[in-house]
Nanobody
């Protein structure tokens, strides 16, 4: 199966940037579509971004134009570049993996905390 480990979270001022990384254990990483999700205190988990096996991306309206997902298949890693951060971006960010476009995200990382101060 697949193990995912997120890193790169931290504390940043509003308007600043962070780059999250998600390292995958699988040797067939390029076959997986990857997603980024987040969960803020008192709120349900929400979709943030997705990137498929050839690098096509999709974003939630709330982050479009500010966040960029990318992947490096040689490093078995997916990234989320977050620019122009806002306090409402504060959440635990998770990466997830799935094998088919219509499939479920079957594998999840442990999450990394992002805190944006005003």
């Amino acid at each position: 199966q697949v193990q995912l480990v997120e890193s790169g979270g931290g504390l940043v001022q509003a308007g600043g940037s962070l780059r999250l990384s998600c390292a995958a254990s699988t040797r067939t990483f390029s076959r997986y579509a990857m997603g980024w999700f987040r969960q803020a205190p008192g709120k349900e988990r929400e979709f943030v971004a997705a990137i498929n096996w050839i690098g096509n991306t999709n974003y939630a309206d709330s982050v479009k134009g500010r966040f960029t997902a990318s992947r490096d298949n040689a490093k078995n890693t997916v990234y989320l570049q977050m620019n122009s951060l806002k306090p409402e971006d504060t959440a635990v960010y998770y990466c997830a993996a799935k094998l088919a476009p219509s499939g479920h995200y079957a594998y999840w990382g442990q999450g990394t905390q992002v805190t944006v101060s005003s």
